[in-house]
């Protein structure tokens, strides 16, 4: 084994493909035929999209689960512990479990420079087949078509939302971005979308592909009624469900199309009964986390702007007491231009922090940027996000709350020391 324990294994990666991002398929397809990795036995569900990923495999692990399934999940990024990456059975893979997935990768991919993230996709899959699982849920990285994830044929895929982010590589706008993220479908099986507005790409694709498409609001959809809702789909009726156990309007939206993509795939399709257990059971840390005390805090890794509109939406239904106070990192090659317009007149001052490393930027350039777009806003500059923090909890009174938001890095970095 080259390395013994988890960080040196993770530092050796992150030096070892000359780019942090190399999108395509052959290395990882090289890496799982050589280990017999390439036909799972298992059903899977393929989970991309923009926004709302996360809480979509939240849901499916649940109710999977509670349908008595052994479920393998594959989540990135993590927030605070790489091991967060992979699940099986609700609980995180061990240190050592990765390192000796990963020697086995590194003797499986002969001179190929895998990338960091494909080696993270790898270990998931190798630990899922030894651990044995029943049933896997895959969350992209970014885009679909060529990410690693899309190495292997799932029985159900599942586009949450199609929104702009990370343009650099997927594209400069919707149709771009919704013709990559379509490549996780495939001809003859479900494909879902959980955009009540989809680009004509992403249909388009998906029609000439001869996938089993289906869009939420067209061919299922949500009916809320107070604390309960009703789901409809091809497969039938299912009336008078929990509310979702995530907060926000928006997590109906994406309970209901999880739902449709476990009705479509035979060997994914669960009981009403562990539909009902996973809406309550199903578990997501920093989307819209609250943390009560005379000051609630309020943890939301919103990074874009469709989520920051989501973020707004949550303050807006989840009224203070008191004031609201933002405290914001968030790294230069975003929209921070229009997360601050879809979050204006939500805080009673912003504290802005510092990021470092080679996407982060300053906290007095992210307030060049945040007052471009919101000229009135009161601005705090600190050259950390925790002092950012440190300021805005101090400031507070009882029946204030504090809202950190940015990025997984932003929340990560308070989240840790609580």
Known sequence: MRFKTLPEWLAWQEQLHPNVIDLGLHRVQHVLKALHLDAP?????????TNGKGSCVSFAEAMLRAAGHRVGAYVSPHILRYNERVRVDGVDASDEEF???FARIDSARGDLAVTYFEFGTLAAI???????VSAAVLEVGLGGRLDAV???DADSALVASVGLDHQ????PDRESIGREKAGIYRAGRPALCGDREPPASLLEHAMTLGARLQVLGRDFDCRIEGDIWDWRGQEGEIRSLPSPSLPGRIQYDNAATVIAALQAAPRLQVPEAAIREGLIQARIAARFQRIPGPVERVFDVSHNPDAARVLAANLMAHPAGGRTYGV?????????EEVAQALAGRFDRWYLGGLEGPRGQSAAALAARVRSALPQVELLEHASV??????????????DRVVVFGSFQTVAQILKDI
Do not use: S
């Open 386 to 399: 925790p002092q950012a923090h440190a300021a805005a909890f101090a400031a507070a009174q009882p029946g």
């Open 168 to 171: 650099d590589w997927l594209g």
């Open 41 to 49: 036995e298992y059903p899977i569900l393929t989970v991309g999209g």
């Open 126 to 132: 190798d630990i899922f087949a030894r651990r044995g």
């Open 99 to 101: 390192c000796e997935a």
């Open 150 to 152: 899309n190495a292997l």
């Open 328 to 336: 914001m990192g968030m790294f230069r090659d975003k929209a921070v």
